[in-house]
């Protein structure tokens, strides 16, 4: 398979997506039995955003056209894909990074998302059965050329251990904050609300924190979170919501809320499932400045920053960690 062979199945599996097939439909069902928090309006958001932002051909021969990838790979490699399972398919872009730029795939899906990916990837060799000699799955990655490895702080620290020797991009947690400014308007609250609580912000991209102005007013925003209050109605949600409001109760913990998202002070980037952190600024600048140089922050949300509704939104070219895929791979 050359290049083009690769984005015309590329093209086509976009428009699979966009069609919601019977048969999709009852593999989205099988991933929501699997794992609870996939329900389906989350999947239905990455399979929209993959085929829309991912595989569209204008999009895709763009981002292509941006680097110098042979039409043939002379020598190609095998690389070891360690997959996440936060979000659906999270996986799905370095999969593609690594198909488009002609090396073999060998994918380590997660437990907890598995059944999508190996769907689409069986929808590719379907379509043609040269893919089997690009994609394939293993339960342990043995012998291959580099490794991508997505994880945890603590898996992360073991995969440095297995493929520290090998060239290789691993990954650690990550999430996203928001920068605001208190001129906000109703709509970029409501917008707000979704980078928050989009996949029950599960996902890097999701934003956990929020560094604001002294005596910012945050009633407006905890209305504009009132629009996930069905999520109460999901059973793991609920019970995170009763237990961290309970702990902040029993710790006798400033803390705001709206009856379905909590709102606390705390310089922790990182949130348990239900709650936001939030922390005051004096100058704006310099707390953009510390966010830049953590190694926990994805993405700043915000005004001149990543706009407002967009952080699920991630395009081709909008790499985890800020490390170029793609160029990775080619430079191999």
């Given amino acids: 398979m050359n290049l083009q ?6 093209t086509k599996l976009g428009d699979y997506l966009k069609q919601n097939t019977d048969e999709y439909q009852a593999v989205k069902e099988r991933a929501n039995r699997e794992n609870p928090w996939f329900i389906p309006e989350f999947i239905e958001l990455a399979s929209n955003n993959i085929a829309t932002q991912f595989l569209e051909e204008e999009k895709l021969k763009t981002w292509i056209n941006s680097y110098q990838i042979p039409a043939e790979q002379p020598k190609p490699k095998t690389i070891g894909l360690v997959m996440a399972g936060n979000i659906p398919l999270v996986g799905f872009h370095d999969m593609l990074c690594v198909f488009v730029s002609g090396h073999n ?3 380590k899906p997660s437990s907890k998302d598995e059944v999508l990916i190996r769907h689409l990837v069986n929808k590719l060799t379907e379509w043609n059965s040269e893919v089997a000699n690009y994609i394939s799955f293993a339960d342990q990655l043995k012998g291959c050329d580099a490794y991508i490895a997505t994880g945890s702080n603590n898996t992360g620290r073991y995969f440095e251990l297995y493929f520290g020797k090998y060239p290789n991009i691993i990954r650690y947690n990550r999430t996203s904050v928001a920068v605001l400014d208190g001129t906000e308007t109703e709509q970029e609250l409501e917008l707000l609300a979704d980078d928050i609580n989009l996949y029950f912000g599960l996902g890097c991209r999701n934003v956990t924190k929020l560094v604001v102005p002294k005596e910012y ?3 407006p925003l905890l ?3 009132k629009k996930y209050e069905h999520y109460m109605d999901h059973h793991k949600y609920k019970h995170n919501y009763d237990y961290h409001l309970a702990l902040l109760i029993m710790g006798n913990k400033f803390y705001m809320t709206n009856g379905a998202s909590i709102l606390a002070e ?6 348990p499932v239900s709650q936001v952190n939030y922390e005051f ?6 707390a953009v400045d510390g966010l830049k140089n953590s190694k926990d922050v994805q993405a700043i949300v915000g005004h001149g920053y990543v706009p407002i509704g967009k952080a699920q939104q991630p395009a081709l070219s909008d790499y985890a960690d800020g490390v170029d895929t793609m160029q990775f791979l080619l430079g191999l």
């Avoid at 062979?5 to 590329?10: G, H, I, P, S, T």
């Avoid at 705390?266 to 949130?271: E, H, I, L």
């Avoid at 600024?281 to 310099?286: A, L, P, R, T, W």
Wanted: hydrophobic fraction near 45%; glycine fraction near 0%.
């Fill in 266 to 271: 705390n310089t922790s980037p990182f949130t």
């Fill in 5 to 10: 062979d690769r984005l015309v199945l590329l």
């Fill in 217 to 219: 007013d945050f009633v």
């Fill in 223 to 225: 209305n504009a979170l």
């Fill in 105 to 107: 795939c060998l994918i």
């Fill in 281 to 286: 600024y004096e100058n704006k600048d310099v």
